[in-house]
């Protein structure tokens, strides 16, 4: 990353010193080369902003970012249940197993596994 893109990232009011945005930039390029994929920007940006938040002493980081993947993981759990439930349902409807996983996007194996055939 150039130092004018994670300005541009930071905006204006982003409350760093040089050093720190130094500091930011040798993080920015460690991430880059963590997740080189185009594909990859929202990690590339979530952890940028998680360096970026320690650096202006924002307190409880860790703690937020495992509360958030806390939940996420519950809505994951509980939306794959639903996508179960449905992939049973729809299995004794006549829907396909690999027509279902497209809908659901899942592959075909998890579909299987939800009605027992693996």
């Known amino acids: 990353m150039q130092s004018y893109e994670l300005e541009a990232w930071l905006g204006d ?3 760093l010193s040089d050093e720190q945005i130094t500091e930011l930039l040798d993080h920015a390029d460690e991430i880059a080369e963590r997740y080189p994929d185009p594909d990859d920007k929202p990690e590339r940006d979530a952890a940028l902003s998680a360096a970026y938040r320690i650096l202006i002493g ?3 980081v860790v703690e937020q970012l495992a509360t958030e993947r806390a ?3 519950a809505a994951e759990a ?3 249940a639903g996508l179960r439930q449905l992939a049973i349902m ?3 409807a006549g829907e ?4 279902f996983a ?3 996007n899942v592959d075909r194996m998890a579909v ?7």
Do not use: F, Y
């Open 78 to 80: 509980c939306a794959l």
């Open 58 to 60: 924002e307190h409880n």
């Open 112 to 118: 299987r596994k939800w009605l027992d055939k693996r």
């Open 102 to 104: 497209r809908r659901a």
């Open 90 to 92: 729809q299995a004794r």
């Open 13 to 15: 009011d982003h409350g």
């Open 71 to 73: 939940a996420a993981k």
């Open 96 to 99: 396909s197993e690999s027509g």
